[in-house]
């Protein structure tokens, strides 16, 4: 089999009046991220680390915040659309891991739901999406609450053909 690997990083800073989403599971806190579409940053990495695995760009090239289509956007729909270039491309998912790095809010109350949402958008088993969360111990802007930071990979493959 082929086997590629793609590493996907956003970040975001935290802006009042916003809903908060993470991995297409809006999460109660008092701000959300400010950014062109809903700065839904865990997509946003996931949809990163699939493309560049697929060696298919970023999603500043597929989905340009200069663009007025993509202004508050669903992310969900964008990580679907950038899943099909993969799939087109003839590759399907192996799996996705992925940390959020926040001091708040605290993500793990949600980590099953987010997961189950991720695994729906991509079509797979929700064991092949791993969603985990840490600080950033207080240090830098993520460190200060300023935003969330993630980091995400991907992994895909290309069926062996008999």
């Excluded at 950014?35 to 990495?45: M, T």
Aim: charged share 25%; with cysteine; glycine share 10%.
């Amino acid at each position: 089999m082929n086997f590629r690997i793609g590493l996907g990083y956003d970040v975001h800073p935290f802006v009042v009046g916003r809903k908060l989403m993470l991995g297409g599971v809006e999460i109660p806190f008092s701000k959300g991220l400010k950014g062109h579409s809903d700065a839904d940053v865990l997509l946003h990495s996931i949809t990163d680390a699939l493309l560049g695995a697929g060696g298919l760009g970023d999603i500043g090239s597929h989905f340009p915040d200069t663009d007025p289509k993509f202004k508050n956007a669903d992310s969900a729909i964008l990580l679907k659309e950038a899943y099909a270039l993969v799939t087109d491309a003839g590759y399907e998912l192996s799996n996705i891991d992925a940390t959020v790095v926040a001091e708040a809010p605290k993500i793990m109350p949600y980590v099953v739901k987010i997961r189950e949402r991720i695994s729906s958008l991509l079509g797979c088993e929700t064991d092949r999406v791993s969603i985990k969360a840490t600080t950033n111990e207080k240090m830098g802007f993520v460190g200060r609450s300023e935003g969330i930071a993630v980091h995400a990979v991907a992994l895909i493959y290309k069926p062996a053909v008999d």
